[in-house]
């Protein structure tokens, strides 16, 4: 396989945007008002990392069953963090910060979910076999080149998320490229897929306050395939595409877990002058749009943050991290202000202090009025700073910050003169208020700096965390790119040629295929889209309708009437369609009405009715239903009278209004034709007689 390729040594991607010029003048606009041209000047750049759990009966690298949730606890372990030098002999800047958090980390253990293995006490065992097939199937249906041997790495994970601080993967395939095609888009072109790797999943976060966050350790270890494709996507409508588009592609195999967390992207999105952020596990594609939006923006708000600094001469230097020891000690910029607001009316100021909590001031020399600069809806610069704070410092009680730029809100104006007079703050200088104990007091006071100080390179590079009203928060710095190392413990496994060609003759047909094929179907190419990503798509290629009409009216029936009977059912949406789709219309009762629509045996207009009677009345046979619709010689009669029985009984509905006395009139004929007679024709027939009625009347 001359395709082949190492499975180590990937390029990291580009941090910057290729474009390093801001765009400062475009107006912030919602994104509804947004044209893919707008983002274009912007110079929008978005990518994916989709991360999604496998069905296989175990974990990746041990015994322990996979999808089950704990809820019983028959252990508790505590760890701590403490930094290490990576094999090159450095600090990670993401493994400073998570010393700097001091957490304590608490795993719960459930017996049944977890073993020696995932809390590093135990080596690993062989990769699962189900899992590699799996993968490969994934990789072959993105058209990847395969590698020849999977090498498993270490990759460096020190937020608690994985005990051992490394999660294994191996890649398996790289550089491939799938269709993207979104007709009412405009989108029609490849959406490169720079690798896909299989790896382990981390544990799920149960909870995080203070100095101690508690994970349960159930879902550790579960195999999952990371994504990852080129920033390709050039607006947050494209974006959104792109992610259902891989999810189809996992969906196609049929061996992916479904429901809440098995899917989970990452999203990396720059504009021009600005650096690729991470947004972190986002649960679903419907809110894509609007945070990468937001995103974008933010990014140019702390661009023209950038911009006023550098107007005003203020200096990275002057904000430099103030050596060791408390910052109060050490540096200009900073003061120990219990004394100086000891008679402040401020609540949550007197709080801290009765606490014993140490209470300090920072001084942002030129950033006066900055701090009330907007980056997001509803979030200014100042929550850029007090996040930060917030992530790093840890402090337990709220508000734990106050700035001069909304000063009036805080502390009395007696109280910030006299921070002005202890810091030596000028009109230019804005100040930040921190209080917790001492030692998180003085984490705070040197991430604040910290934080000011990058405000002057532009956009830092952070992972951030998906909130639900479409803004992000702070989450981590952006790991480095050597945060990757080989796995000791693990030979590399040769992926056998027998084993490709297995998984190649089975291989699902990929998403886009089925959109062309449905198309040949004679629907149009929204239709198709809609239906090829649709949980009935299975149940409409089972009842295999004729090309045209027929293939037409099903696939509409379909998207109207089977999420309307889930609902009835109670079977909602989403996930629990997908495995109620066959339940509700079993093929055996609705191919026969097909084939009697193919045959001529009933009108087209009667499947809908019938489709309807064959799952609301479950022992009918289907027989009788198709019986009911097939037309009779004395339809048109029938018809005759009731148009003309109607048409005299026109002044009943209390309106005039023409529109709702022909509803009125149609809901008087149809009933007992419908599906015998064309509705179409009914209401233009019945529309002409009640007009001519109309006219008689007023004659
Ligand atoms: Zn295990």
């Known amino acids: 396989m001359p395709e082949q390729a190492d499975g180590r040594g990937v390029k990291p991607p580009d941090e910057l945007n290729p474009r390093r010029e801001p765009v400062l003048d475009f107006p912030d606009r919602p994104l509804a008002e947004m044209t893919a041209g707008d983002y274009d000047a912007l110079g929008f750049l978005a990518g994916l990392e989709v991360h999604q759990q496998l069905r296989t009966e175990r974990k990746l690298f041990c015994r322990c069953p996979a999808g089950r949730r704990a809820t019983a606890v028959d252990a508790e372990v505590l760890r701590h963090m403490r930094p290490t030098l990576s094999e090159l002999g450095e600090y990670d800047g993401t493994a400073l910060m998570e010393f700097k958090t001091r957490k304590e980390i608490v795993y719960l253990l459930e017996r049944g979910t977890v073993c020696t293995y995932e809390m590093d006490d135990t080596p690993p065992f062989e990769i699962d076999a189900e899992a590699v097939e799996i993968a490969l199937e994934l990789a072959m249906i993105a058209d990847l080149n395969l590698v020849?041997?999977?090498?498993?790495?270490?990759?460096?994970?020190?937020?608690?998320?994985?005990?051992?601080?490394?999660?294994?993967?191996?890649?398996?395939?790289?550089?491939?490229?799938?269709?993207?095609?979104?007709?009412?888009?405009?989108?029609?072109?490849?959406?490169?897929?720079?690798?896909?790797?299989?790896?382990?999943?981390?544990?799920?976060?149960?909870?995080?306050?203070?100095?101690?966050?508690?994970?349960?350790?159930?879902?550790?270890?579960?195999?999952?395939?990371?994504?990852?494709?080129?920033?390709?996507?050039?607006?947050?409508?494209?974006?959104?595409?792109?992610?259902?588009?891989?999810?189809?592609?996992?969906?196609?195999?049929?061996?992916?877990?479904?429901?809440?967390?098995?899917?989970?992207q990452d999203v990396n999105v720059s504009v021009a002058g600005g650096r690729r952020v991470e947004i972190k596990g986002v649960p679903h594609h419907r809110g894509l749009p609007r945070l990468v939006h937001n995103e974008a923006f933010r990014q140019l708000n702390l661009l023209r943050i950038r911009a006023a600094l550098r107007e005003r001469g203020v200096e990275a230097a002057a904000l430099a991290d103030p050596p060791g020891g408390d910052p109060w000690a050490t540096s200009g910029l900073v003061v120990e202000a219990g004394g100086v607001l000891g008679a402040t009316g401020y609540r949550p100021v007197r709080d801290a202090r009765e606490r014993g909590d140490t209470v300090v001031a920072v001084r942002l020399p030129g950033f006066a009025g900055l701090l009330a600069h907007r980056t997001q809806p509803g979030a200014t610069f100042g929550h850029e700073i007090a996040e930060r704070v917030r992530v790093i410092a840890c402090p337990v009680h709220r508000p734990f910050l106050a700035h001069s730029d909304r000063g009036a809100a805080t502390l009395g104006p007696g109280d910030w003169r006299a921070l002005r007079r202890a810091l030596g703050a000028g009109g230019d200088d804005a100040i930040v208020v921190v209080w917790a104990p001492a030692r998180d007091a003085a984490t705070a006071a040197r991430e604040v700096l910290i934080r000011a100080g990058e405000a002057l390179a532009g956009v830092p590079a952070e992972t951030r965390q998906a909130r639900a009203d479409g803004t992000t928060g702070f989450e981590r710095l952006l790991p480095g790119p050597d945060r990757m190392y080989p796995d000791t413990d693990t030979?590399?496994?040769?992926?056998?040629?027998?084993?490709?060609?297995?998984?190649?003759?089975?291989?699902?047909?990929?998403?886009?295929?089925?959109?062309?094929?449905?198309?040949?179907?004679?629907?149009?190419?929204?239709?198709?889209?809609?239906?090829?990503?649709?949980?009935?798509?299975?149940?409409?290629?089972?009842?295999?309708?004729?090309?045209?009409?027929?293939?037409?009216?099903?696939?509409?029936?379909?998207?109207?009437?089977?999420?309307?009977?889930?609902?009835?059912?109670?079977r909602g949406s989403g996930s629990a369609v997908v495995g109620a789709v066959e339940e509700i219309a079993a093929p055996g009762r609705i191919g026969p009405l097909v084939r009697a629509?193919?045959?001529?045996?009933?009108?087209?207009?009667?499947?809908?009715?019938?489709?309807?009677?064959?799952?609301?009345?479950?022992?009918?046979?289907?027989?009788?239903?198709?019986?009911?619709y097939r037309p009779r010689a004395d339809d048109a009669a029938r018809l005759e009278a009731r148009i003309a029985e109607v048409v005299a009984r026109s002044d009943e509905p209390a309106t005039r209004d023409p529109d709702a006395v022909l509803r009125w009139?149609?809901?008087?004929?149809?009933?007992?034709?419908?599906?015998?007679?064309?509705?179409?024709?009914?209401?233009?027939?019945?529309?002409?007689?009640?007009?001519?009625?109309?006219?008689?009347a007023t004659a």
């Open 597 to 628: 629509v193919e045959g001529g045996e009933i009108r087209p207009a009667a499947l809908a009715p019938a489709f309807d009677d064959a799952i609301e009345h479950p022992a009918r046979p289907v027989e009788d239903i198709v019986a009911g």
């Open 491 to 570: 030979p590399p496994l040769p992926i056998a040629d027998e084993l490709v060609e297995t998984v190649r003759v089975r291989l699902p047909e990929p998403p886009w295929a089925r959109r062309a094929r449905y198309e040949g179907l004679g629907l149009d190419a929204r239709t198709a889209h809609r239906l090829a990503a649709a949980p009935w798509a299975g149940l409409f290629d089972t009842l295999d309708p004729r090309a045209g009409g027929t293939a037409r009216r099903l696939a509409a029936l379909l998207e109207r009437r089977v999420p309307y009977h889930a609902r009835r059912r109670g």
């Open 148 to 264: 020849s041997e999977l090498h498993v790495m270490r990759k460096q994970y020190l937020d608690g998320s994985i005990p051992t601080g490394f999660q294994r993967t191996a890649m398996v395939g790289l550089t491939g490229a799938v269709p993207l095609r979104v007709p009412e888009l405009g989108v029609d072109r490849e959406l490169r897929i720079r690798q896909l790797s299989l790896e382990e999943d981390s544990c799920r976060e149960v909870s995080d306050v203070g100095h101690r966050i508690t994970f349960r350790t159930d879902r550790l270890g579960m195999p999952l395939t990371e994504v990852v494709t080129e920033p390709d996507l050039l607006t947050p409508r494209e974006l959104q595409a792109g992610a259902r588009l891989i999810a189809e592609i996992a969906r196609a195999t049929d061996r992916i877990r479904r429901g809440p967390g098995a899917a989970r």
């Open 665 to 696: 009139a149609m809901g008087e004929v149809m009933p007992g034709l419908r599906g015998r007679v064309d509705g179409a024709e009914v209401r233009s027939r019945l529309a002409a007689a009640l007009e001519a009625e109309g006219a008689e």
